[in-house]
């Protein structure tokens, strides 16, 4: 558990060691305003036992007020139905073009509108207890539905997949300290995952102007203070992946 971020009425907390070896590490975060709490991309049915347990050091696990899941994928939302259950006061927050895949993953009698709130594709605001937490649209990148969240009071990113990297387990460290050695694990899961520079480009405009601290991926190392996000964007910006490449 890593403390990114601590005030008197704010933390940002991130567990990057819950994921069994032998399969892609996943970053979850939980951001806690006053009396209000945000899980961000609570990761597949392999971390669930070990976060429930882990984020009651933070915030006890039936409290907590939101999750966010920024896309479908299993990583992220595997053990969705399973947070469902056990939390049963939150808001589920998801994007909207998921929704009607739901009962898939979901148990039956699921309260969409109540408890699950889909995000329009244009993104939209949460109030956190006073801290206006931002879902910025990042539409294929990779998936067509995605958002990434900005928390304007630790001025953090969570990015998603955007920026994420797959390092070997030995290779891995909690923040980017050697940038070539980053793109390394960084840039061909950019050309593979990613759909175009286009989306990449459409996404950076939206976060422009944002003042950012650090960015939390969701896997791989977080990259951490102004220069380093800077360049992470900057190499974003240059890039050539997905359909460029066909
Ligand atoms: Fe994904």
Redesign the pocket.
């Known amino acids: 558990m890593i403390t990114l971020f601590e005030s008197s009425d704010h933390k940002v907390v991130v567990f990057r060691d819950l994921t069994p070896r032998g399969i892609v590490q996943t970053n979850q975060a939980v951001i806690v305003h006053r009396d209000a709490s945000l899980l961000i991309d609570a990761g597949g049915r392999a971390v669930f036992q070990r976060l429930l347990a882990e984020i009651a050091r933070v915030v006890p696990a039936p409290r907590i007020s939101y999750i966010f899941f920024?896309?479908?994928?299993p990583?992220?939302l595997g053990a969705a139905a399973s947070w469902y259950v056990s939390v049963p006061e939150s808001r589920i927050l998801l994007p909207a073009v998921w929704l009607r895949f739901l009962p898939h993953v979901f148990p039956p009698d699921v309260a969409i509108g109540e408890r699950v709130v889909p995000i329009p594709d244009e993104g939209s605001t949460l109030d956190l207890a006073g801290c206006e937490i931002r879902f910025i649209p990042a539409h294929f990148l990779?998936?067509p539905g995605?958002f990434s969240a900005y928390d304007p009071c630790s001025r953090t990113l969570f990015s998603?997949?955007i920026l994420?990297s797959l390092p070997p387990p030995e290779e891995d460290r909690d923040f980017v300290e050697d940038f070539s050695t980053y793109l390394r694990y960084a840039e061909h899961f950019h050309r593979r995952?990613m759909a175009s520079s286009k989306a990449v480009r459409a996404w950076l405009s939206r976060i422009e102007g944002l003042e950012i601290e650090r960015v939390v991926p969701?896997h791989g190392p977080i990259i951490e203070g102004r220069d380093k996000v800077a360049a992470a964007l900057e190499w974003l910006r240059e890039l050539r992946c997905g359909v460029d490449l066909l």
Do not use: E, P
């Open positions: 920024s896309h479908q994928d990583d992220v990779h998936s995605n998603g997949d994420a995952y969701q």
